[in-house]
């Protein structure tokens, strides 16, 4: 009778301890894939936000003077250019700038931060006409390094007033709706709370 209690309880015993053995593991494969999720999504979602840009061309004419004088200013001597400026500028973020995290036991991605669009690059040309050097201040090589550099002052000046950053601004929540939707797809919720919206950018994201 012994034996078959010894037995049994070691039936039980071993049931029991199989069970806990198989919810360890589990659980423990079910936080493994948990985590994987949430890798793989904050990567994808990385990978998104590298598409952000937005391009502006941009055509100015500069007229461009400089005069010196020479001989205690008894002479005056200008040299003058019409410059025509062709510039691609680009318009992003920082993507070290954006901010976000994954709370794995509510499955969410948290997005605590989305910077503003700033100006990544100006890549100016210059094509010059109606060129007059003075006679003694004629255009030499460095004139062209620091018309470069003026040329394009002059453009970051002209990119608030041409609506490039108020294009990037909707481009990123095209790209906020885009990462919503990703997230979604495995089952996850997106929390964009803590960036600070509009009310016609709440409006757009709620549709």
């Known amino acids: 009778m012994d034996g078959i209690l010894e037995v049994f309880l070691g039936l039980i015993l071993g049931t029991i301890a199989t069970y806990w053995v198989y919810s360890f593991f589990r659980k423990k494969q079910k936080k493994e ?24 061309d941009f055509a100015e004419i500069y007229k461009y003077e400089n005069t010196k004088e020479h001989f205690m200013s008894l002479v005056i001597s200008k040299k003058k250019a019409l410059i025509v400026i062709k510039a691609k500028a680009q318009i992003g973020y920082d993507l070290k700038k954006i901010l976000m995290h994954a709370d794995e036991g509510k499955k969410k991605i948290i997005l605590t931060n989305f910077p ?32 470069n550099a003026e040329a394009k002052k002059h453009i970051l000046e002209k990119i608030p007033e041409s609506g490039l950053m108020e294009t990037a601004r909707k481009e990123a929540l095209q790209t906020v709706l885009l990462i919503e939707k990703i997230v979604e797809t495995i089952g996850w919720k997106l929390d964009y709370s803590a960036i600070e919206l509009t009310e016609k950018q709440k409006e757009l994201l709620e549709k």
């Not at 894939?33 to 502006?56: A, D």
């Not at 003075?134 to 062209?144: H, M």
């Open 33 to 56: 894939l948990t985590s994987h999720q949430s890798t793989v999504l904050l990567e994808r979602i990385k990978s998104v936000c590298k598409l952000i840009s937005v391009e502006g």
């Open 116 to 147: 503003q669009p700033e100006v990544l690059s100006v890549e100016p040309e210059l094509d010059f006409y109606d060129i007059k050097n003075g006679l003694f201040n004629s255009f030499t090589p460095n004139d062209l390094t620091s018309l």
